[in-house]
């Protein structure tokens, strides 16, 4: 498409303190949401005839590091977005030519009703609880079999309908597990990193499996499990709980930090039926296997310190507590393809990395025209567990995710808390 007539597409407006420049089908945009990375806002695509959420990224171009952050994120949103029911579905990415505003990129995706944090706060029935525990996997385990680790799991980073659907969302940090390249240990907001991650060593795809269990757990305990100050801290916060890991782990370490982390106060740790007794959970379900053991359980194992004897994403949806909604249509669909094999390979200047995203964006549009990349999926509705689905009618309206009175929300907290000027425990001598 000729560059000009392209810009004719857009118009301007101001939202809040920022200013959208966006394509004319999306029109009474409202702001749900703001951060450091950037704004949210609701509009109603009239191409669609439907609400959408519309994220503004306003520092995508600062750096050759956030240039590829926003291809990365981009590449892999496109390969995943019409595979898995359970990973947010962008409708349309946008940016105009550059040099033109290009400064700036656009997102527009689903518009969900809240996000974790919010659900959080309610008392979820093991049904409930269960159900979004199920679809947090699903997604992840679409995924890592396009071996793409999340890398920044978080409840504000994981969004939900009324009717209990639930999507995970950004992809800023995920990136595809190559071998021989290092991996950054400066991913996920510091209260859900693996220890792997604390203690500088390298990491699998699992360290996503950590992140689910401090979730699941603040669901059950309705606050965060290890809520660290800094990387030391949230070190801490993990051995006094679970306990100082063993020596065959410690060996593991390099020398610094295995100095370190042997002189600190050895822990014996909490049984997990200390760290989440029964009056946590939910009464225990009709159904045999949703109940509070089972649940802990799952807990037992996703919180591992060593990651080796940490189970998989596979494995946690064969876990009694999971699998009573397995579905193979959802958990053994093909896996995505990644079409750039060199994404994280590339190195390039910042005008460079604008051009490709550019591309990117116009051939997702050519691919959206020709239904290669479908921007409405059919909504995936109440599951059945054992020919039944959650019964919002035996269930109180402080277990009914549908009581939320929230704002309609993309979910993302756009905060900017990953630390990466703060090393992991292995600067310390």
Excluded at 42 to 47: G, I, L, P, T, V
Excluded at 83 to 94: G, L
């Amino acid at each position: 498409m000729n560059r000009n007539k392209r810009e004719k597409e857009f118009y301007s407006l101001d939202v809040g303190d920022s200013t959208f420049t966006v394509l004319k089908r999306y029109q009474n945009l409202r702001p749900i949401g703001s951060g450091a990375q950037g704004i949210v806002c609701s509009a109603y695509d009239h191409n669609l005839e439907r609400n959408v959420a519309i994220k503004k990224l306003s520092r995508p171009f600062q750096n050759q590091t956030h240039a590829k952050r926003a291809y990365r994120e981009l590449v892999l949103m496109k390969c995943v977005n019409h595979k898995n029911e359970h990973v947010i579905a962008t409708i349309s990415p946008h940016t105009l030519p550059p040099p033109t505003l290009c400064a700036t990129r656009y997102l527009v995706m689903e518009l969900m009703d809240a996000n974790l944090c919010q659900v959080i706060q309610m008392e979820l029935d093991h049904e409930r609880l269960s159900y979004l525990l199920y679809q947090m996997l699903c997604g992840i385990k679409h995924l890592h079999s396009a071996g793409i680790i999340h890398r920044d799991l978080k409840p504000s980073n994981i969004v939900v309908k009324s009717d209990c659907t639930l999507k995970i969302l950004d992809f800023g940090l995920a990136r595809t597990a190559a071998t021989g390249l290092l991996m950054t240990p400066y991913v996920v907001t510091r209260y859900y990193r693996a220890p792997e991650v604390i203690l500088g060593m390298g990491y699998q795809a699992n360290v996503d499996i950590w992140s689910v269990g401090c979730i699941m757990a603040e669901m059950v305990r309705h606050k965060i499990l290890f809520p660290g100050r800094d990387y030391i801290d949230q070190w801490n916060k993990v051995i006094e709980q679970l306990g100082t890991p063993s020596q065959e782990f410690l060996m593991k370490l390099n020398q610094s930090v295995r100095t370190y982390v042997e002189n600190r106060p050895r822990y014996a740790g909490y049984s997990f039926e200390k760290l989440f007794p029964d009056v946590l959970f939910p009464p225990d379900s009709e159904h045999s296997k949703l109940k509070a053991s089972q649940a802990r359980d799952l807990l037992s194992k996703m919180l591992v310190i060593d990651a080796s004897k940490r189970i998989s994403v596979e494995e946690a949806l064969q876990h009694p507590y999971i699998n009573v909604w397995y579905d193979p249509a959802e958990v053994e669909a093909p896996p995505p393809l990644i079409s750039d094999q060199k994404l994280e390979e590339r190195e390039h200047t910042v005008e460079e990395w604008k051009e490709l995203i550019y591309k990117e964006v116009l051939d997702w549009e050519e691919r959206t025209k020709s239904n290669v990349i479908r921007g409405q999926p059919t909504p995936l509705g109440a599951a059945v567990i054992n020919g039944s689905q959650p019964s919002s009618s035996s269930s109180s309206s402080a277990n009914d995710v549908s009581s939320m009175s929230t704002d309609a929300t993309l979910a993302s907290d756009t905060d900017n808390s990953l630390e990466a000027s703060a090393g992991a425990l292995g600067c310390c001598r």
